[in-house]
């Protein structure tokens, strides 16, 4: 099951925890894939302990002509494009009354109109191809609000809202757009908290733990595969149970 | 009928399973011919490939019927 032999896989953040381990699960399915990021040493460490089948397509996500020359790039450098996986995102955390233009600006562009134009770089060759994959990485604050992240959640429930939309207009053509919406997980970010802080978000949490980037992964990768062609315009929660949506 | 009307008629009864006499000049694809707005794209896209041409947004907004797409493509080649 889920094997992925064949397609090739465009990720945005590969270096990041989360989108590092959504390029790994991918490409362990059989998939080649496309590492996008900002930053490039990270990028190639990973396509180095990937081996074959792994492509860096470094990317600014904020710089709009950037991303639409990605799904190109990425097709040159892999042949086609078959599955999408719309991860990258940032946060400018503020109090809302505090929050500046450009804290709202760079929070939306990045993590929706990049997601946007990537979505739509993509239609073509996956229209023509009468199969295609795109997994927008959400995340439960788009469901249920933060204090702090006006911006950052207003950008998460736009992905979701985006996302059905697409589903809607191309499901006739074995095209699907899913969401996964990742609750706290332990990244390079959530290891700065102190085991107070730990343990508070710990305790909002049934699991009564964090997820792992891994545990992500492995829900992009379902979503990623042919066995998911009847799944469409659906947000996975990967949570613990701390929001159940 | 022109070798390009051929062409253009043989893609629009393979995409939309239409019978090939309702094709004809003033056959508008959706209201005619049955196609959906997904489908007019696809349409564009396929006689972009079988000619070797771009048909930009703005024009393939105006290729509404059989005639529209001939006329456009004998222009454009």
Partial sequence: MFDLTGKNALVTGASGGIGGAIAKAL??????????????????????????????????????????????????????????????????????????????????????????????????????????????ISSIVGTTGNPGQVNYAASKAGMVGMTKSIAYEVASRGITANAVAPGFIATAMTEKLNDDQKAAINGKIPAARMGTPEEIAAAVLYLASPEAGYVTGSTLHVNGGMAMI | MSDIADRVKKIVVEHLGVEEDKVTESASFIDDLGADSLDTVELVMAFEEEFGIEIPDDAAENIQTFGDAVKFINEAS
């Fill in chain 1, 27 to 136: 490409h362990g399915a059989g998939a080649t894939v496309g590492l996008s990021g900002t930053r490039v040493e990270p990028l190639e460490a990973l396509a180095a302990e990937l081996g074959e089948r792994a492509h860096v397509l470094p990317c600014n996500l904020s710089d709009g002509d950037a991303v639409d020359a990605l799904p190109k790039q990425a097709i040159e450098a892999m042949g086609g494009l078959d599955i999408l996986v719309n991860n990258a995102g940032i946060t400018r955390d503020q109090i809302f009354m505090r929050m500046s233009d450009e804290e709202w600006q760079q929070v939306l562009d990045v993590n929706l109109t990049s997601t946007m134009r990537l979505c739509r770089g993509v239609m073509r060759p996956m229209m023509k191809a009468r199969w295609g994959r795109i997994i927008n």
